[in-house]
C-alpha cells in the first residue's frame, strides 16, 4: 500500500536559513504525484509545490523547492531564506496511484523560524 | 472567485446527532473530496466525486453520506454523531486528475 513518512514531528529554523523537510514515500508504481502543502496556525491548507514521478528536474516555486530523490523515495521540501510567516505545519502528500487525484498525506512537520 | 468555501466553520455535536457539513465551489471543478484531520494528523480521505452523480468512499467512510447532484457543491452528512468523530472537516477540489487540489477552510466538529 502507498504511504508517506514525515519522520520530523518539528524542526526549527533561524529567520534567513535555508530548512530541508523530509519526506519518503512508498509505492510500488511507476507514475505518480507529489505534493507540499503547508497549514499555518489558521488551518488552512495551502498548496505549495508539486513534482510528477517523470519530471526531470526539481521542482521550484520561489523559496520552495522540491529535493526529489526517486531511487530514494524521497522528496524533501528545502525553504530557502526562512521567513516567521513560514512557521507551520507542512504535510508531504502523494497522489494515490489509483486515480482520481485522491490524495495520501504523511503526518506533518511543525516548522518554527525563530528570528 | 471566492474557490472552495464550507459552512458552518465550528460545530458542537451532541452524541448521536446528525448534521450537514456544506461545501461550495466556484471554479467549475469536477473532482471534489472530503477529508478528515484528527489532532496531531495527517488528512485522511472521507468520500470523493469526480462530477455530478457520482461518488465514491475513500479511506474512511464509515458514519458518513455525501451526494453531488450538481457540480459546485459537496455536502458531507454525518448521521448518528459519535465522539470519534471530532475532527476537523476539509473540502477540495481539483480541476481534473491532474491538478492541485484546492482546499477550503475547514470545519471543526466536537462530538459530546
Known amino acids: 500500500a502507498q504511504k508517506i513518512t514525515q519522520t520530523q514531528p518539528g524542526m526549527f529554523v533561524q529567520e534567513k536559513e535555508a530548512v530541508t523537510l523530509d519526506c519518503t514515500y512508498d509505492?510500488?508504481?511507476?507514475?505518480?504525484?507529489l505534493f507540499w502543502y503547508k497549514q499555518p496556525s489558521s488551518g488552512e491548507m495551502i498548496f505549495l509545490i508539486y513534482?510528477?514521478?517523470?519530471?526531470?528536474q526539481n521542482a521550484t516555486e520561489g523559496r520552495y523547492s522540491l529535493n526529489f530523490q526517486k531511487a530514494r523515495k524521497s522528496a524533501n521540501l528545502v525553504i530557502s531564506a526562512s521567513q516567521l510567516g513560514d512557521s507551520a505545519m507542512y504535510f508531504c502528500a502523494m497522489r494515490d496511484p489509483g486515480g482520481y487525484n485522491k490524495l495520501i498525506f504523511g503526518a506533518g512537520t511543525r516548522l518554527a523560524v525563530h528570528p | 472567485n471566492a474557490g472552495v468555501t464550507q459552512t458552518p466553520k465550528f460545530r458542537i455535536l451532541k452524541i448521536g446527532q446528525s448534521m450537514t457539513l456544506q461545501c461550495t465551489q466556484d471554479?467549475?471543478?469536477?473532482?471534489m473530496y472530503w477529508y478528515r484531520q484528527d489532532p496531531g494528523m495527517g488528512l485522511k480521505l472521507i468520500y470523493y466525486?469526480?462530477?455530478?452523480?457520482?461518488?465514491d468512499k475513500g479511506e474512511v467512510p464509515n458514519g458518513y453520506n455525501v451526494s453531488r447532484s450538481t457540480t459546485e457543491d459537496f455536502p458531507l452528512r454525518l448521521e448518528l454523531a459519535a465522539p470519534s468523530q471530532t475532527s476537523v472537516y476539509f473540502c477540495?477540489?481539483?480541476?481534473?486528475?491532474?491538478?492541485?487540489?484546492?482546499f477550503g477552510p475547514g470545519t471543526r466538529l466536537t462530538v459530546l
Open positions: 477540495a477540489s481539483s480541476y481534473s486528475g491532474d491538478n492541485e487540489q484546492f
Open positions: 471554479m467549475n471543478h469536477n473532482y
Open positions: 513534482q510528477g514521478s517523470y519530471d526531470e
Open positions: 509505492t510500488s508504481d511507476q507514475s505518480y504525484g
Open positions: 466525486s469526480v462530477g455530478a452523480g457520482i461518488t
